[in-house]
Each structure stands twice: as structure tokens, then as C-alpha cells.
């Protein structure tokens, strides 16, 4: 009886947090970072990962570890989802042609969001080419729905949209899913790379995904990379793109443009 009260509390946080996420949706008071991907191959920034964070009015700025999660239990991931397909691709349009932006997609706006239309919808409204988005997608969207699953990536596909697999390595079924789908990109999950230079299995495993894509033709995405030893790692892995610190942090839309007027000059 004891944990009672702080269960309580727990509960009237959550409902609390329910609430604003609603207002926050009427509010507009989400917004996207970006974070670059960098070609090892080009020696450039070939995309943008748009990550959500939301501006709460009290709390500040909130990480979606925090929000996400009730998003999804709610059904609201799917109105948040849709929306930032639409900034996504409107932030993007006005980029270089030769840069992609890629949006991740929950299991529950896979499943419940119409997201084939959220998509053509967002193409249509920005004038963004379908080759310009990549939709990245993690092995929960297989968990549910089978068939339907690999209908609605194929008709992703067939828009031209391309289609990344997140958190590679990290379930249960990731090698089948290769079967069964033709993905554009793994991402190899940032749990390998931070044991890269420190565990003889890691590396080993990363070298067995860039080996197992690239005989696939899919691209390969290392997360997380924050040191430089790793990235000389990963460069002799044969590893497509990295993504992380190393090179920079999420940056708002208007570091995003700075940057690009810095590569002007």
C-alpha cells in the first residue's frame, strides 16, 4: 500500500502528459531537428535524419524517449507522425536536390495511420521527388500484420519513397525480414558501434552486415559514431554512410540552411 501514492502520482503524470500532448498537436509546439548523414564514400553529407522534439510552453523542451511512448499508446503518434512527414518533406524541398531526409515511422502509424496517403499527401503538398524521402522503419512493424506489412512497403516503394531498416541487428528476426523485403538501407544499430573497438564480437558483426548488404546492394548506416577511431573502422568494414556526434548533433532548420550556405562559399 505504500508505493500507492507515488503510483497516483505516476498515473496523473501520465494523464497530465496525455493532456498537453493534445493541446501540443492544436498547439503546433513540435518542431524537427536534423542530424547529417555523411557518405564515407562522396566525403559529404548525403541526408538528414528529422528528429521530433517537442517545445513544451512550461517544461521546455521535452525528448521524445519521454513522450513517444504515450504517443503511441494513445493513438496520437499518428497525427504527430503525419505531421512531421509533412514538415519533413516541406523542410527538405527547399534543400539541395542531391539531399535525402529520412522520417521515422512507428509500428502504430505503420499499422493505423493511412500512411501510404500521410505520404503521397506530404510528396504532393511540398513537390519534394518520392526518391528525396526515406522512410525508416523498425522490426516492430513486422510484428503485426505480415502480408499487409510488405503490401504497404511495396506500395511505399512504388512511389518511389525509399525504405530503411532501423536498429538492425538489435531483434530476433532481422535476416528474414532481408528475405522477404528488398530494404534500401540498414541502419546498424549505435549498441555495435559503441562496442566496436572494445569487443572482438562487435566488430565482427559489423563487418558481417556491411558484407551481407553490400552482396544485397543495401546501403549501410553505422549510428552513434563518436570517435574517430571508429569511423577508420567502419571505413575499412566497407560501411556506406555514419551518422552521429562525431560530425554533429541534431541542428535546427535554420543551422541546417547556415550549413549549406557555408558549402556554398
Known amino acids: ?84 512527414v509533412r514538415e519533413a518533406c516541406a523542410r527538405a524541398a527547399t534543400w539541395p536536390q542531391n539531399i535525402r531526409v529520412a522520417v521515422n515511422v512507428s509500428a502504430v502509424q505503420f499499422h493505423r495511420g493511412a500512411l501510404h496517403e500521410t505520404i503521397l499527401a506530404a510528396l504532393a503538398a511540398s513537390g519534394l521527388e518520392p526518391s528525396r524521402l526515406e522512410v525508416e522503419i523498425t522490426e516492430s512493424v513486422f510484428l503485426e500484420g505480415g502480408e499487409t506489412t510488405l503490401k504497404l512497403l511495396h506500395s511505399l516503394r512504388s512511389l518511389g519513397v525509399r525504405v530503411a531498416l532501423d536498429d538492425f541487428g538489435t531483434g530476433y528476426s532481422s535476416l528474414s525480414y532481408l528475405q522477404s523485403f528488398p530494404f534500401d538501407k540498414l541502419k546498424i544499430d549505435r549498441s555495435f558501434i559503441q562496442n566496436l573497438l572494445t569487443r572482438e564480437g562487435a566488430s565482427a558483426i559489423v563487418r558481417a552486415i556491411t558484407e551481407l548488404a553490400h552482396a544485397l546492394n543495401i546501403e549501410t548506416t553505422a549510428e552513434g559514431v563518436e570517435e574517430t577511431a571508429q569511423l577508420m573502422e567502419l571505413r575499412a568494414h566497407g560501411c556506406s554512410s555514419v551518422q552521429g556526434y562525431l560530425f554533429a548533433e541534431p541542428m535546427s532548420v535554420a543551422d541546417v540552411h547556415r550549413l549549406f550556405g557555408e558549402q556554398k562559399g
Do not use: K
Open 1 to 84: 500500500l505504500r508505493h500507492l501514492p507515488a503510483r497516483n502520482l505516476l498515473a496523473q503524470e501520465r494523464r497530465q502528459l496525455e493532456t498537453d500532448l493534445r493541446l501540443a498537436i492544436e498547439r503546433g509546439e513540435f518542431e524537427l531537428h536534423y542530424q547529417p548523414l555523411f557518405d564515407l564514400e562522396q566525403n559529404c553529407i548525403c541526408s538528414f535524419e528529422a528528429l521530433i522534439r517537442w517545445n513544451h510552453p512550461t517544461r521546455g523542451m521535452i525528448q521524445p524517449g519521454e513522450f513517444v511512448p504515450v504517443a503511441e499508446d494513445t493513438g496520437l503518434i499518428v497525427p504527430i507522425g503525419a505531421w512531421a
